[in-house]
Nanobody
Framework: QVQVVESGGGLVQPGGSLRLACVAS????????MGWYRQAPGKQRELVAV???????NYADSVKGRFTISRDNAKNTVHLQMSSLKPEDTAVYYC??????????WGQGTQVIVSS
Protein backbone atom coordinates (compact mmCIF):
# COMPACT_ATOMS: atom_id res chain seq x y z
CA GLN A 1 0.00 0.00 0.00
CA VAL A 2 1.20 3.47 -0.88
CA GLN A 3 0.20 6.67 0.87
CA VAL A 4 0.55 10.10 -0.68
CA VAL A 5 0.18 13.07 1.64
CA GLU A 6 0.27 16.73 0.66
CA SER A 7 0.76 19.73 2.92
CA GLY A 8 1.45 23.44 2.77
CA GLY A 9 -1.72 24.88 1.29
CA GLY A 10 -3.50 27.89 2.68
CA LEU A 11 -4.67 31.43 2.12
CA VAL A 12 -2.22 33.92 0.62
CA GLN A 13 -2.51 37.40 -0.84
CA PRO A 14 -1.86 38.04 -4.53
CA GLY A 15 1.86 38.33 -5.13
CA GLY A 16 2.65 36.10 -2.19
CA SER A 17 4.35 32.73 -1.96
CA LEU A 18 3.57 29.24 -0.72
CA ARG A 19 5.54 26.01 -0.60
CA LEU A 20 3.70 22.72 -1.04
CA ALA A 21 5.13 19.39 0.04
CA CYS A 22 4.22 15.83 -0.86
CA VAL A 23 5.50 12.64 0.70
CA ALA A 24 5.00 9.13 -0.67
CA SER A 25 5.34 6.26 1.77
CA UNK A 26 4.57 2.58 2.05
CA UNK A 27 5.36 -0.21 -0.40
CA UNK A 28 7.25 1.86 -2.91
CA UNK A 29 10.92 1.54 -3.72
CA UNK A 30 11.41 3.68 -6.76
CA UNK A 31 9.39 6.46 -8.33
CA UNK A 32 9.56 7.36 -11.99
CA UNK A 33 7.80 10.72 -11.74
CA MET A 34 6.24 12.98 -9.15
CA GLY A 35 4.09 15.92 -10.01
CA TRP A 36 1.54 18.50 -9.02
CA TYR A 37 -1.85 18.97 -10.60
CA ARG A 38 -4.61 21.37 -9.67
CA GLN A 39 -8.34 21.61 -10.03
CA ALA A 40 -10.27 24.84 -9.72
CA PRO A 41 -14.04 24.86 -9.13
CA GLY A 42 -15.90 23.94 -12.30
CA LYS A 43 -12.72 23.10 -14.16
CA GLN A 44 -10.86 19.94 -15.08
CA ARG A 45 -7.76 18.84 -13.24
CA GLU A 46 -4.67 20.17 -14.99
CA LEU A 47 -0.95 19.63 -14.88
CA VAL A 48 1.04 22.21 -12.94
CA ALA A 49 4.50 20.69 -12.90
CA VAL A 50 6.16 17.29 -12.99
CA UNK A 51 9.68 16.04 -12.33
CA UNK A 52 11.18 12.67 -13.25
CA UNK A 53 13.64 10.65 -11.22
CA UNK A 54 16.44 11.98 -13.43
CA UNK A 55 15.42 15.57 -12.78
CA UNK A 56 13.67 16.40 -16.03
CA UNK A 57 10.88 18.89 -15.44
CA ASN A 58 7.79 20.07 -17.26
CA TYR A 59 5.64 23.07 -16.33
CA ALA A 60 2.31 24.43 -17.42
CA ASP A 61 2.79 27.63 -19.40
CA SER A 62 0.69 29.51 -16.86
CA VAL A 63 3.18 28.87 -14.04
CA LYS A 64 6.52 29.03 -15.84
CA GLY A 65 8.85 31.48 -14.16
CA ARG A 66 6.72 31.57 -11.00
CA PHE A 67 6.65 27.97 -9.75
CA THR A 68 9.56 25.61 -9.14
CA ILE A 69 9.27 21.88 -8.61
CA SER A 70 11.94 19.87 -6.82
CA ARG A 71 12.23 16.38 -5.43
CA ASP A 72 14.30 14.32 -3.04
CA ASN A 73 14.55 10.78 -4.40
CA ALA A 74 15.93 9.38 -1.15
CA LYS A 75 12.94 10.67 0.81
CA ASN A 76 10.27 10.17 -1.88
CA THR A 77 9.26 13.79 -1.51
CA VAL A 78 8.42 16.54 -3.96
CA HIS A 79 8.00 20.23 -3.33
CA LEU A 80 6.33 23.00 -5.27
CA GLN A 81 7.59 26.49 -4.55
CA MET A 82 4.96 28.96 -5.73
CA SER A 83 5.76 32.65 -6.04
CA SER A 84 3.99 35.69 -7.47
CA LEU A 85 0.71 33.95 -6.85
CA LYS A 86 -2.38 35.13 -8.69
CA PRO A 87 -6.07 34.69 -7.89
CA GLU A 88 -6.30 32.31 -10.84
CA ASP A 89 -3.89 29.98 -9.05
CA THR A 90 -6.67 29.26 -6.55
CA ALA A 91 -7.41 25.53 -6.67
CA VAL A 92 -7.03 22.25 -4.90
CA TYR A 93 -3.51 21.02 -5.57
CA TYR A 94 -2.96 17.28 -5.90
CA CYS A 95 0.25 15.31 -5.79
CA UNK A 96 0.63 12.52 -8.32
CA UNK A 97 3.13 9.72 -7.78
CA UNK A 98 4.04 7.39 -10.63
CA UNK A 99 6.25 4.45 -9.71
CA UNK A 100 6.24 3.58 -13.40
CA UNK A 101 4.38 4.44 -16.59
CA UNK A 102 1.38 2.29 -15.62
CA UNK A 103 0.65 2.88 -11.94
CA UNK A 104 -0.48 6.19 -10.44
CA UNK A 105 -1.22 7.23 -6.89
CA TRP A 106 -2.92 10.49 -5.93
CA GLY A 107 -2.98 12.41 -2.70
CA GLN A 108 -6.11 13.87 -1.11
CA GLY A 109 -5.24 17.39 -2.19
CA THR A 110 -4.42 20.63 -0.43
CA GLN A 111 -6.37 23.85 -0.90
CA VAL A 112 -4.63 27.00 -2.12
CA ILE A 113 -6.58 30.25 -2.04
CA VAL A 114 -5.10 33.43 -3.46
CA SER A 115 -7.18 36.39 -2.37
CA SER A 116 -6.87 39.80 -0.82
Amino acid sequence: QVQVVESGGGLVQPGGSLRLACVASGSISSIYAMGWYRQAPGKQRELVAVVTRLGDTNYADSVKGRFTISRDNAKNTVHLQMSSLKPEDTAVYYCRVQPNMVITYWGQGTQVIVSS
